[in-house]
């Protein structure tokens, strides 16, 4: 017998929650803010916003069905079933937070404060999240009504991998310089040792964010890619010139089936997607990761 559906809701901490944790009461947290000009209040409003979504879509989840909750800091620690339907509630950079972390079930992205967000993957109400089940379940055994966002993807040669909707960053974990080697992933490339603060591999999905920023830098002429589009853009951070290092491969773009290379040549680099630095690939001298579009995609309920 089939299991019956899980809702998986996804939250996180507010901002009022978090200034909780850290000065202990309302009232201290409201001194804190005041001393600094400005009120509680709104992050309080905010808060409250935020727990009606969250109790509203979860009394819009079927008496029939699972459901459990699960926080945003808690994300590579929980086990997503098959059967799950995934309803975001928050922002939309929580959405590409979760997405690393599934495996081809539909997800949701309700939005809690309409307004402060732009909405491009948290696309719905709280009002609407009953008939959203109903069209994810359908997704989820075949139905149409999702939108498949194209996803990147880095393996390292000890099998380590990474998913990421938005983007990939590979490069030292703080601000100094790594050394490496990058090139395509063919027999006959031996890549171009570099010195830089990093490469960046993007989506379509990322290319309103931190792609953007370093495509506009560089007055690229490619086109960016559109979401669902299978292409995928890089660029490298701050390129250093010397004798033994070069600049010539400094941006580019990939398709399906192509990836790049890059060998490590520091003592340390990681690579980690979306932002999600806790939840990173650990490289040292000598690996080597590939980096391309992923096999999986996002399916995102329309």
């Known amino acids: 017998m089939s299991l019956a559906p899980r809702a998986v809701l996804v939250h996180r901490r507010t901002e009022y929650e978090e200034l909780l944790a850290r000065h202990g009461t309302h009232g201290q947290a409201a001194f804190f803010l005041s001393s600094r000009g400005r009120s509680i209040h709104e992050v309080a409003r905010r808060h409250d916003v935020t727990l009606r979504a969250l109790r509203e879509v979860a009394s819009a989840v079927p008496l029939t069905w699972r459901s459990t909750r699960v926080e945003r800091a808690d994300l590579d620690r929980f086990l997503f079933a098959p059967e799950d339907v995934v309803i975001v509630v928050g922002q939309d950079g929580l959405v590409a937070n979760t997405a690393k972390y599934l495996s081809g079930q539909p997800v949701v992205g309700i939005d809690t404060d309409p307004g402060r967000n732009p909405g491009v993957l948290v ?46 960053y590979l490069g030292p974990p703080g601000h100094q310089t790594a050394r490496y080697r990058l090139g395509t992933v063919t027999g006959t490339d031996p890549g171009e040792a570099q010195a830089s603060s990093g490469v960046l591999v993007g989506t379509g999905t990322g290319a309103t964010g931190w792609l953007r920023s370093l495509w506009l830098e560089r007055g690229a002429t490619v086109t960016m890619p559109a979401p669902r589009e299978p292409r995928l853009l890089w660029f490298v951070r701050e390129a250093w010139p010397s004798p033994a290092t070069g600049t010539s491969r400094v941006s580019g773009e990939l398709g399906r089936g192509q990836a790049l290379r890059l060998t490590v040549e520091s003592d340390r680099m990681v690579a980690f997607g979306d932002g999600m630095e806790a939840d990173a690939l650990e490289l040292t001298w000598g690996q080597s990761v590939r980096v391309g579009i992923a096999p999986a995609s996002l399916r995102l309920v329309t």
């Open 123 to 168: 696309r719905h109400r709280c009002a609407d999240a009953a008939g959203l089940l109903r069209a994810a379940t359908a997704a989820r055994d075949g139905g149409g009504g999702v939108e498949e966002l194209t996803m990147v993807e880095a393996v390292a040669d000890d099998t380590q991998r990474l998913l990421a909707l938005n983007e990939i």
